[in-house]
């Protein structure tokens, strides 16, 4: 039997990033790593797999953030160090568009617009889809294509995006984000 815990990480962890976390992994019956939110990232990988194990249910919403770092940054090192963890399994990457001078990207699977739309394109901080598709800019995303996740979802700027996924307002596209990789997992089925 899989005692693994099951978790969907996020590439962002400001104070609207940690509002909303908090907001749609209650919506969701799940659970959301506070402490792990911060611009940039404090905690370090092996003390988020302390917290994630301590967490009552899943699934676990943690938060990562580079705020802007060139390359890998501490919210990456802490991020992969997770990821790769034996006691973790990733459901999904909720990947997080930023405007970054160093144009850090990733591949994205699929992406939430500002509508609430799904599109094969990559999206900007506002949640517009690009002209890329399966690309997407932001600055803790560097390192997603080295890892063996099942789902990446990119969307804009988390709790953002001129107020439409504002948590007052529900966070429409983070929850939207989260349900997508829950259902894709197959988590519902089997919890």
Same mark, same amino acid.
């Given at each position: $039997? ?5 978790? @969907?990480? /996020? ?11 908090? #907001?749609? =992994?209650?919506? @969701?019956? +799940? ?5 792990? #939110? ?9 003390? /988020?797999?302390? $917290? ?10 943690? $938060? %990562? ?5 060139? *390359?890998? +940054? &501490?919210? !990456?090192? =802490? &991020? ?8 973790? !399994? ?6 997080? =568009?930023?405007?970054?001078?160093? =144009? ?25 889809? !690009? ?6 800019? *932001?600055?803790?995303?560097?390192? &997603? ?6 789902? /990446?979802?990119?969307?804009?700027? @988390?709790?953002? $995006?001129?107020?439409?996924? #504002? ?5 429409? @596209? ?7 990789? &829950?259902?894709?997992?197959? %988590?519902?089925?089997?919890?």
């Amino acid at each position: $039997m899989d005692e693994r815990r099951k978790v @969907i990480l /996020i590439t962002d962890g400001d104070e609207y990033a940690r509002r909303t976390a908090e #907001h749609v =992994a209650k919506d @969701i019956g +799940g659970r959301c790593i506070s402490m792990s #939110h911060g611009n940039p990232s404090v905690l370090s990988g092996p003390d /988020i797999v302390k $917290m994630i194990k301590k967490a009552p249910n899943d699934p676990v919403l943690v $938060m %990562f953030d580079d705020s802007g770092y060139v *390359g890998e +940054g &501490l919210g !990456e090192t =802490a &991020l992969k160090y997770v990821a790769r963890h034996e006691d973790i !399994e990733v459901l999904g990457v909720i990947a997080v =568009a930023s405007k970054t001078r160093q =144009a850090e990207w990733t591949h994205v699977d699929v992406c939430v617009d500002r509508y609430g739309e799904l599109t094969p394109y990559g999206v900007d901080k506002l949640g517009v889809p !690009e002209m890329e598709i399966g690309k997407m800019n *932001g600055d803790t995303v560097y390192c &997603l294509d080295e890892l063996d996740v099942p789902l /990446i979802v990119g969307i804009g700027d @988390i709790g953002k $995006m001129s107020r439409r996924d #504002h948590y007052e307002k529900g966070s429409p @596209i983070t929850k939207k984000a989260v349900e997508l990789i &829950l259902e894709r997992s197959g %988590f519902y089925g089997g919890n």
